[in-house]
């Protein structure tokens, strides 16, 4: 991809797999609704008519939001009039399937729409890397499995589809400046767009303390599979060279950066860091019923709803050529395949950070 190209997160080809395969992400998110919950008995209600306001920061299909924010609002109600409206914005890049989001807040079973009549929703198309809502107007903010996409490439990763196990230091470096970047930008604008006392809950891909990216095996196998693709002269050398995945997880120090040395970052603090192991669920499942076709299958899908079309965007094909799907039906296929020949446990550096905006200091 061109330098100058934006990947904030895939655009889903499939919208109902991508929401079936991001349920592995919604499961995990129990602690991350618990602070989200206290977020939400901290911060300061807007007096009537003015409603409360929650912005959700890459937004996708949505599914990953029902919950926290359903959760949210129910703490809310026991500060507030039933009344008082609660404004809920969704934003994403302009090329996310909104279709997809509409559906979800208006069919879900878990939809906060369908719990509470004064809660209403609404959408913005716009990279969360610049300032999308007003100054001063969010109270609540929650993002998701979102801001390690970074917002632009810096470039090829020769050796690898992964930065993190590149081991051309150029590139690694790359990386890093444009990761921190990135995490600066999207900081700074929430710090605007907060309200005094607005708190924001980000749950990210992370680097743990041995230095470890995770998911291993999944990039293993998914290396793997692409070689037997080149080999049957599926995919090119060339188309090979292109491809990477634009993710970036950060250090403890990396998230800290920003607010040195005072703690402070426009007007943000961090109130809470937690850098820990999401745990494989699909490798749990495993422990249990041994099915490792399950297993495979299982990892795989995932994989072609969060990163295959990211993948597939460095062939080089006409409109309409269906030999994208074919190479996305290849890559599931050979994945699952591989993995459940070996079943091994994918680690998942996770991070939890809170951030709280206070007032100005004099």
């Known amino acids: 991809m061109p330098e100058s190209s934006i990947v904030v997160r895939p655009e889903p080809m499939e919208s109902g797999s991508y929401t079936a395969s991001s349920r592995l992400q919604a499961a995990g998110l129990r602690d991350a609704i618990k602070l989200f919950e206290e977020a939400a008995a901290a911060v300061p209600v807007p007096r009537?008519?003015?409603?409360?306001?929650?912005?959700?920061?890459g937004a996708s299909t949505g599914h990953n939001s029902l919950l926290p924010i359903g959760a949210a609002i129910a703490v809310l109600r026991k500060r507030t009039r039933t009344d008082h409206p609660t404004l809920v914005v969704h934003t994403d890049v302009p090329g996310n399937d909104f279709t997809a989001l509409f559906r979800t807040l208006a069919e879900d079973p878990d939809t906060y729409l369908s719990k509470d009549a004064a809660a209403f929703a609404s959408v913005i198309g716009r990279s969360f890397y610049s300032q999308i809502m007003p100054s001063s107007s969010v109270n609540l903010g929650w993002s998701s499995w979102a801001i390690h996409w970074l917002s632009r490439v810096p470039g090829p990763i020769p050796d690898h589809l992964h930065v993190a196990y590149s081991s051309d230091e150029r590139v690694r470096d790359a990386y890093a400046r444009q990761a921190a970047q990135d995490w600066q930008e999207f900081i700074a604008f929430r710090g605007r767009e907060?309200?005094?006392?607005?708190r924001l809950l980000v749950v990210t891909a992370a680097v743990d303390e041995d230095g470890d990216s995770g998911y291993r095996p999944l990039l293993g196998a998914l290396i793997d599979t692409i070689d037997e693709l080149v080999a049957e002269r599926l995919l090119t050398t060339d188309e090979v060279y292109r491809m990477g995945i634009?993710?970036?997880?950060?250090?403890?120090?990396?998230f800290l950066a920003p607010f040195a040395?005072?703690?402070?970052?426009?007007?943000l603090e961090i109130e809470h860091l937690q850098i820990f192991d999401a745990g494989d669920r699909f490798w749990q499942q495993y422990e249990v019923d041994g099915n490792a076709d399950v297993f495979?299958?299982?990892?795989a899908a995932f994989c072609r709803a969060a990163v295959f079309p990211t993948l597939v965007g460095a062939l080089e094909c006409a409109a309409g050529d269906p030999r994208p799907t074919t190479v996305i039906d290849r890559l599931e296929a050979g994945l699952a395949t591989r993995l459940a020949a070996a079943p091994e446990k994918t680690r998942i550096p996770m991070a939890y950070l809170v951030l709280a905006k206070r007032p100005k200091t004099t």
Do not use: H, M, N, T
């Open 246 to 254: 634009p993710i970036v997880g950060r250090r403890e120090s990396d």
């Open 194 to 198: 907060l309200c005094r006392g607005g």
């Open 261 to 267: 040395p005072k703690g402070r970052f426009e007007q």
């Open 296 to 299: 495979g299958a299982q990892w």
């Open 48 to 57: 009537l008519p003015q409603p409360f306001v929650i912005a959700d920061y």
